[in-house]
């Protein structure tokens, strides 16, 4: 009975999101791929997906790998689609941009290298990869992808890492039928001026990681350190610890779960602009475990924290679909290719995510089903060139690699 409501969640799915292929045979293929996504047992090979959804012969493997390979349909507007259905079903909450590693040896796979991964801070061999995740209360999706070339890939782009980052992210939130949601950049060291410009000419708010030597200028003239050199963003949150407030959260890895953690934030300034930093001890007697800065200033810390959160919710679901849907599995040449791949993959992880058959932090909703009324919106970033007019006081309430586009 559960692969029975799997196969309609997945084939409503696939009508919806698939509506953009203008042939009916694309449509179809699109839905045999991601059918043989979950339905083959280990790697997601085209062999073995043929072998599952279909006679499993040479002309059938050769369709499928000319749908994926050497066909000409574009995969931005299935993205599209499917960042739109996920949107009816359960509403939007917040984007969350994240690298994933994928560990690939050989020379021909298309933007494979020596990387650097900076979410675990260790160099590998194989391809980097950047997403844009879909997050609900019950949903985490991928729906934007970026690949990092140059090096020793076969394909050379003259955007930066930051560009590739942001790109996708932007693009989403600013054509989201939801209204525009925060954007929490769950990569390090990627709060730059060009990257904080980018999201306040979109009017996009965001939430970006900050190192710990991250220098920063404090904002607040009633506090330590105002008015002199930059400072370290850890050396700026150790000295206003007194400001420190509990903060209760949900536990990403534990349905129903809750946790607490110690927070406070501080009014800085980074990149000519008036930002918040905040940061969250797990342990009062440490240094703060992560950092972070964003435009929203006027938003409590609490759910500033509650909303970085999301990032741990993205990493729950990549590690509970990985395997399940080949999003690694892609060895060909064909850049677009690669493209086409993750993209169906996404599809199949939110067809599985949808059908309740991986671990969400709540239910997910039933496909069609009504949506709840949406949160009501995030305070807005102050506009750009705004000047505030006399001190404020600290708040005491808990609330490289080139690309391709």
């Excluded at 932007?170 to 060009?194: F, H, K, Q, W, Y």
Aim: charged share 20%; glycine share 12%; net charge positive.
């Amino acid at each position: 009975m559960a692969e029975a409501a799997t196969g309609e969640v997945v084939e409503e799915l696939c009508a919806a999101v698939f509506e953009p292929l203008r042939r009916r045979d694309q449509r179809e293929r699109g839905r045999q791929y991601v059918r043989g996504l979950l339905a083959a047992e280990g790697r997601k090979s085209i062999r073995n997906m043929a072998l599952q959804t279909g006679s499993g012969g040479a002309a059938e493997e050769q369709a499928l790998h000319h749908f994926i390979a050497g066909s000409t349909w574009d995969w931005q507007p299935i993205r599209t689609a499917l960042a739109h259905y996920l949107g009816r079903s359960a509403p939007l909450s917040a984007w969350v941009v994240q690298p994933m590693a994928i560990p690939r040896g050989g020379e021909h796979s298309v933007g494979v290298g020596n990387r650097f991964d900076p979410h675990h801070g260790q160099v590998f061999r194989g391809q980097q990869a950047l997403a844009t995740w879909f997050i609900s209360g019950g949903v985490a999706t991928p729906v934007q992808w970026r690949l990092l070339l140059g090096g020793e890939g076969p394909a050379v782009s003259a955007d930066s890492y930051e560009a590739c980052a942001v790109a996708g992210a932007v693009e989403l939130a600013r054509g989201s039928a939801g209204g525009v949601r925060p954007v929490v950049l769950d990569v390090p060291d990627i709060a730059t001026r060009a990257t904080l410009g980018r999201f306040a000419e979109a009017r996009v708010p965001v939430v970006a990681r900050v190192s710990p030597g991250a220098r920063l200028g404090v904002a607040d003239q009633r506090l330590p350190g105002y008015g002199a050199l930059p400072m370290a963003a850890r050396d700026i949150l150790q000295n206003v610890r007194g400001m420190r407030m509990p903060v209760e959260w949900a536990d990403p890895e534990r349905a129903g779960a809750r946790r607490s953690s110690l927070v406070a934030a501080v009014r800085v300034l980074l990149a000519g602009r008036e930002m918040l930093l905040f940061g969250e001890w797990s342990d009062a007697r440490r240094l703060p475990g992560r950092m972070w800065v964003t435009d929203m200033t006027r938003a409590a810390p609490g759910a500033l924290v509650r909303l970085t959160k999301n990032a741990g919710k993205v990493s729950l679901a990549a590690g509970a679909s990985m395997d399940r849907v080949g999003l690694r599995d892609f060895a060909g040449r064909s850049l677009s290719g690669w493209h086409r791949h993750v993209t169906l993959a996404s599809v199949a992880h939110a067809g599985l995510w949808l059908a309740g058959r991986l671990p969400p932090s709540s239910p997910a909703p039933a496909p069609g089903a009504r949506p709840r009324r949406p949160s009501p919106p995030w305070p807005a970033a102050d506009p750009p060139g705004a000047r505030r007019h006399g001190p404020r006081p600290p708040r005491r309430r808990p609330p490289g690699a080139r690309v391709t586009p």
